[in-house]
């Protein structure tokens, strides 16, 4: 039963990166337009920052961690790619 549960513990950080990355990017991007909706909100800017911060480090970490398995290497690096991608994507609405 252990060898099952320590087999399937790297696949389940990629996912919890990938899920994290999707996330990141639906709140991002779900603010953009509600700020271009409504006008700008001090409050829902700090929502956004945060969540890009934090999104962007728990799917870095969950990636690495993922990456550092020797049976599931190639989806740990599809799930840094994603986050390094997600974290320039929602990196954007904050320069504008």
């Given at each position: 039963m252990t060898?099952?549960?320590?087999?399937?513990t790297p696949n389940l950080f990629a996912w919890i990166s990938l899920l994290i990355s999707l996330a990141e990017i639906s709140i991002?991007?779900?603010?953009?337009?509600?700020?271009?909706?409504?006008?700008?909100?001090?409050?829902?800017y700090r929502i956004t920052g945060a969540?890009?911060?934090?999104?962007?480090a728990l799917s870095l970490v969950s990636?690495?961690?993922?990456?550092?398995?020797?049976?599931?290497?190639?989806?740990?690096?599809?799930?840094?790619?994603?986050?390094?991608?997600?974290f320039f994507v929602c990196g954007l609405p904050m320069i504008t």
């Open positions: 060898a099952v549960s320590e087999s399937r991002v991007w779900g603010t953009t337009v509600f700020l271009y909706v409504h006008g700008p909100n001090t409050s829902v969540a890009w911060i934090i999104g962007a990636a690495i961690v993922a990456l550092l398995n020797r049976r599931h290497r190639r989806v740990g690096l599809i799930a840094l790619i994603v986050a390094v991608l997600s």
